[in-house]
Every structure is written in C-alpha cells, then in structure tokens.
C-alpha cells in the first residue's frame, strides 16, 4: 500500500525541471507547439501555476511512497470551486520508471481519492494527452470517464 507524503522542497526542485521538459515534448508531440517556443511556453505554465512553489494556495504536492518507504512518484492537484462544489484537478502525476507496473499508481489515486475528501471536495478531474495510451487505461480502470474529447487529423 502506498501513502502520499508532502513534497518537500530537494524533492520539488528535482520535480520541475524535468516536468516542464516532459510537459513541452507531450505539447511538441501532439502538435499543439513547435520545439523552438514548447520549452519556453512550458517553464510559463508551470511558474503561472506554481507562483510560490509548494506554498501556492490550493496546490498539493504529494510524494507517493511504498510499503518499503521508498519514493516512487508524484502527484500534484488543485482544488477549486466548479458549478458550487470543490473539485480537484490533477495537473501532474508519475511513477518513477523503476517502479511502473507494480499497481503503485492506482493505489496513490485510491489514495489521492482520500485526500480530496478530507479537503472537502467531491470530484476529481484531469487531463490526458491523447497519445498516452498507458494512461488513458488506467484512468478508464479506476473510472474515469470521458468529459470533453478534441480530435485532430493531419491531412
């Protein structure tokens, strides 16, 4: 079973960098932004999301960490009022690659599932690039359904 711990800054600072990275390559590869601005548009998200680092209001950065207490991922949310209730929106979350196909990231969203309640919310919500198709069937395993679908074709 895995528990989700506050990050704590070391672990902060090794998260962004290669986030940002990982952010502009999946905008590159699905077409939305060229590689000469994708790197530049990436780092501006993440600094407009995370003015303060892990002291931005409503964000919560998790750490997950196995039964043997080691880290194996990350998950990053933001709680926020939709249609009068709160709802959390996941902007990041990954199993480090040593550790991927051991279940570790449906427990830390069983887990995160938790965490969302105790704050008060009552929905969680993400995002997904279409080409993560990894992704995209743990998401429909743990119940998650499709909201809004953009669809694209190279003609």
């Known amino acids: 079973m895995v528990t989700l711990r506050p990050m704590t800054e070391a672990e902060y600072q090794a998260f962004l960098e290669p986030s940002i990275r990982e952010y502009a390559e999946d905008h590159v590869k699905d077409g939305e932004w060229s590689e000469e601005e994708a790197l530049e548009k990436s780092r501006k998200e993440f600094y407009d999301l995370l003015p303060q680092g892990l002291e931005t209001p409503n964000h919560y950065l998790f750490t997950i960490v196995n039964e043997e207490q080691q880290n194996v991922g990350m998950i990053w949310f933001m709680l926020r009022k939709r249609q ?9 979350v990954k199993v480090d690659e040593p550790f991927r196909r ?38 429909t395993k743990l119940g998650y359904v499709v909201t809004n679908l953009h669809m694209a074709k190279e003609i």
């Open 102 to 139: 051991r279940g570790y990231a449906s427990q830390a969203f069983r887990e995160l599932e938790h965490k969302v309640r105790e704050l008060g919310g009552s929905k969680i919500a993400l995002h997904v690039f279409g080409h993560n198709h990894g992704a995209i069937q743990l998401y």
């Open 84 to 92: 009068g209730k709160l709802a959390a929106f996941i902007y990041d």
